[in-house]
């Protein structure tokens, strides 16, 4: 089902963890099949120093979650925006087309996680106990 790039992202999760007081936090889940992914970010300049995820789900998820904050590590905030589930799906070499929602999870919790991060810039407070559902 899975190809081994995908496997070995599963078996070996990059940037798992969560960034003490974040610069920006986003956390998403899909209602159907109940995974939950978070990603929290410092960023510097405008540049993504570093990211980490907490996610809740299946191999898939895990492995997307791992690709995609190593992905967005060392871009600005601007290239981070412009990952798609289509490039993480690429940089794994491909999902498994009922897999392919995992890969959207990734995106919509980058873009969560730097629409809090400018938030904070302008003082605006944002409401992060609750999931976003994609």
Known sequence: ????????????????????NPDGEGTVGNATCGDIMKITLR????????AKFQTFGC?????????????????????????????????LEGLPPQKIHCSVLAEEAIKKAIEDYRA?????????????YV
């Open 1 to 20: 089902m899975y190809n081994q790039k995908v496997l070995d992202a599963f078996a070996n999760p990059q940037n798992v963890g969560e960034i003490e």
């Open 43 to 50: 960023i510097e300049n405008d540049v993504i120093v570093d």
């Open 59 to 91: 191999a898939a998820a895990i492995a997307t979650s791992s690709t995609a904050t190593q992905m967005i590590i060392g871009m600005t905030v601007e290239d981070a925006l412009k990952v798609t589930n289509a490039k993480v799906v690429e940089a």
């Open 120 to 132: 904070k810039k302008q003082n605006i407070k944002t409401d992060k106990s609750k999931i976003e």
